[in-house]
């Protein structure tokens, strides 16, 4: 089938009780490791793209990566989506260059201006058969051009999200409850310790998530940020020559719960570079006079499928639901 929009894939997950997983890519191993362990569990899938990763890649080399996936992938839908597009012309080029879905990111900007902004992109976006996600609140770390301090980020506040969503038009909403990019998503000091000296960070804001949906029934919930940072990963990396201290993540079990309610689109990249990350350091450690790419690419696309997988089946809940 071709690329499709996320609307029958967030309708089928809201009333299914589970999450499609949104995954960034930026080559061709992240793409082929994403997808076949969609295509495997024959799970829906939503393929983002950051301007970030159009700086890197290059827009068409993205787009004909993407559309390979959907020709060895007959039988899964796939969505190809602007992850955090910073304005509207950028949301334009996507729009205009095969993107099914497109993310208009004006968290930053007041309120009015933020519904200003994201109804332009609705209408040009709508226009041509594109849906569009909008963020409300602003969540922690750094994600391209944007770099939100802990002391900046906000929680979404329940009490905009009707206005916000009624005068803009948009298809999701992105909500901020506490989850952050990033490898580092919260300081020593916001965590406990257990009692193998791991951090374990606060609890998601659930109350804020329940006051959303209960405000927008039906209404398809987005959350950013929601790599789980495996520490077996973070082992592997610091095991072999890497320096991640600290590093933690939001516990799946938590995102597997909101997964169960409202939240439709849940986006993890971060344990994605994570596992390739670690899987090239140790293959290098294993294998110093190895040079050839391919020799530490394979095992580093092995680790992506696995961790894709297992998000799959554990932590979103959408295996055997394409
Ligand atoms: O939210 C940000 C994503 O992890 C994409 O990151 O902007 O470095 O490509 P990037
Ligand atoms: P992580 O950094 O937690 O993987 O979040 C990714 C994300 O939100 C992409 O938009
Ligand atoms: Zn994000």
Do not use: W
Not at 11 to 28: E, I, P, Q, S
Not at 225 to 239: A, L, T
């Amino acid at each position: 089938m071709p690329l499709v929009t996320t609307t029958e894939m967030f309708r089928k997950a809201y009333d299914g009780g589970y999450a499609v997983g949104a995954f960034n890519v930026n080559n061709m191993e992240i793409v082929q490791g994403i997808t076949e362990a969609a295509r495997e569990q024959h799970a829906p899938l939503i393929l983002q793209v950051s301007k970030g990763a159009r700086a890197y890649a290059n827009h068409t080399y993205l787009v004909k990566l993407v559309e390979a996936a959907v020709i060895e992938c007959p039988d899964i839908p796939i969505a190809l989506h602007l992850d955090h597009g910073p304005d509207f012309e950028t949301c334009k080029s996507c729009i205009d260059g095969g993107f099914t879905s497109v993310m208009i990111d004006a968290s930053s900007k007041p309120f009015a201006e933020n519904i200003e902004i994201t109804r332009k992109v609705v209408e040009y976006a709508h226009d041509h058969g594109v849906v569009v996600e909008a963020e409300l609140g602003s969540l922690a770390g750094v994600e391209d051009e944007v770099n939100v301090s802990a002391e900046d980020s906000s929680y979404t506040r329940p009490e905009e999200v009707e206005e916000f969503v009624s005068k803009t038009g948009c298809d999701s909403l992105a909500i901020a409850i506490g989850t952050s990019h990033g490898a580092y998503k919260f300081t020593a000091a916001q965590c406990t310790r257990n009692e193998q000296g791991i951090l374990v960070p606060p609890p998601l804001r659930f109350d804020i998530l329940e006051e959303v949906s209960r405000r927008l029934p039906g209404f398809p919930i987005v959350l950013h940020g929601s790599s789980s940072v495996p520490q077996d990963f973070v082992k592997m990396i610091n095991e072999n020559g890497g320096k991640m201290p600290d590093a933690v993540g939001i516990p799946e079990e938590q995102l597997r719960k909101a997964a169960t309610l409202s939240v439709c689109k849940i986006n993890i990249d971060s344990d994605l570079r994570l596992a390739m990350t670690g899987s090239i350091r140790k293959y290098f450690a294993d294998h110093p006079e190895h040079f050839d790419p391919r020799q530490y690419l394979t095992p580093a696309r092995a680790n992506i499928k696995a961790i894709v997988t297992h998000k799959l089946i554990d932590v979103l809940g959408c295996a055997g639901k394409a």
